[in-house]
Nanobody
Framework: QDQLVESGGGLVQAGGSLRLSCAAS????????MGWFRQVPGAEREFVAA????????YYADSVKGRFTISRDNVKNTVYLQMNSLKAEDTAVYYC?????????????????WGQGTQVTVSS
């Protein structure tokens, strides 16, 4: 049974940084693209970033490009999201997810396993 556990969220001032981690278990970690999404109350869950199975290809939403970096460690079965130059509009619950449809890396419907989420709050 798949399990994804996020950590690293918290409260940070605008301009600051946080690094999220997501520890995976269950299906072989290195076989799958992994993604990060975020959601605020009343809104759809939106794509943030994704990384392919070996980490050599990454994808980003325009809103985070140049500020966030996704990476993975296939030995530790962990995917990371380094978030720099944080803005108030980055405030959300952040979820990691395991992709099951590689061509749909930026759609929530391309993912079949989700973590419980970690809250990120950026104060302005």
């Amino acid at each position: 049974q798949d399990q994804l556990v996020e950590s690293g969220g918290g409260l940070v001032q605008a301009g600051g940084s946080l690094r999220l981690s997501c520890a995976a278990s269950g299906r072989p970690f290195s076989a799958y693209t992994m993604g990060w999404f975020r959601q605020v109350p009343g809104a759809e869950r939106e794509f943030v970033a994704a990384v392919n199975w070996n980490g050599d290809t990454t994808y980003y939403a325009d809103s985070v490009k140049g500020r966030f970096t996704i990476s993975r460690d296939n030995v530790k079965n962990t995917v990371y999201l380094q978030m720099n130059s944080l803005k108030a509009e980055d405030t959300a619950v952040y979820y990691c997810a395991r992709n099951s449809r590689p061509r749909s890396y930026d759609s929530r419907w391309g993912y079949d396993s989700w973590g419980q989420g970690t809250q990120v709050t950026v104060s302005s």
